[in-house]
């Protein structure tokens, strides 16, 4: 019994060696994956959460590249840039919204990507969308774009056609976050990421 001792304290404190290294790297997974302890702390967020979301109606969609397919806003998470014409600015943020979509991976059918472009030649999108399958296009009557770009003006304190901003609207039609022009899009796609897993729908 006398020689069975020592190997079982040796266990003990082999087993606390191992738990003191990665008990920390546990912890630090379960935090950041289960419990809202970051967002407690404002630091979950790289966008602007809108509070209280503002409600879109459901827009038919057009693939400038694929006019037989209909889609429409409600049904998925979507990215949406704001602009009259699709021209440089735009033209990277269809770059950037391809990219953040690439990299979403196993979850990119239940997110799309759509352009708001109220003074846009829609012919011309075939040739400048050409390298950008999927992108889509929100078809919106004259009529009702003033009503639509009041919403995303968020209570007039953007302008949506100046600001470069990239939003955010759940699978519901709630538009929920925000980002600015100088967003690194890695934030976007972490933000997406969480999301993703947080929610069911979409």
């Known amino acids: 019994m006398d020689e069975k001792k020592p190997s079982s304290k040796n266990k003990i404190i082999i087993s606390v060696i191992i738990?003191?290294?990665?008990?920390?790297?546990?912890?630090?997974?379960?935090i950041f994956n289960h419990t809202n302890f970051l967002e407690a702390r404002g630091t979950s967020n790289y966008g602007t959460l809108i509070s209280p979301p503002v409600l879109l109606e459901n827009y038919s969609l057009t693939d400038p590249n694929n006019l037989d397919r209909e889609d429409a806003l409600y049904g998925k998470w979507s990215m949406i840039f704001v602009a009259e014409t699709c021209e440089k600015v735009c033209m990277e943020n269809v770059y950037r919204m391809r990219q953040i979509h690439i990299g979403i991976g196993k979850h990119s059918l239940r997110v799309q990507k759509v352009l708001f472009l109220t003074e846009q030649n829609l012919s011309e999108l075939p040739e400048l969308l050409v390298n950008y399958p999927g992108q889509k296009v929100m078809r919106v009557e004259a009529s009702?774009?003033?009503?639509?770009?009041?919403k995303f003006s968020?209570?007039?304190t953007v302008d949506p056609?100046?600001?470069?901003?990239?939003y955010i609207s759940?699978?519901?039609g709630n538009l929920m976050m925000s980002y600015p022009a100088d967003i690194n899009p890695k934030g976007i796609l972490k933000d997406l990421k969480k999301l993703l897993r947080a929610s069911r729908i979409g």
């Open 144 to 150: 009702a774009q003033g009503v639509l770009l009041n």
């Open 19 to 30: 738990v003191a290294f990665i008990g920390p790297s546990i912890l630090s997974w379960f």
């Open 170 to 172: 759940d699978p519901l």
């Open 154 to 156: 968020l209570g007039n």
């Open 161 to 166: 056609i100046k600001s470069g901003y990239i």
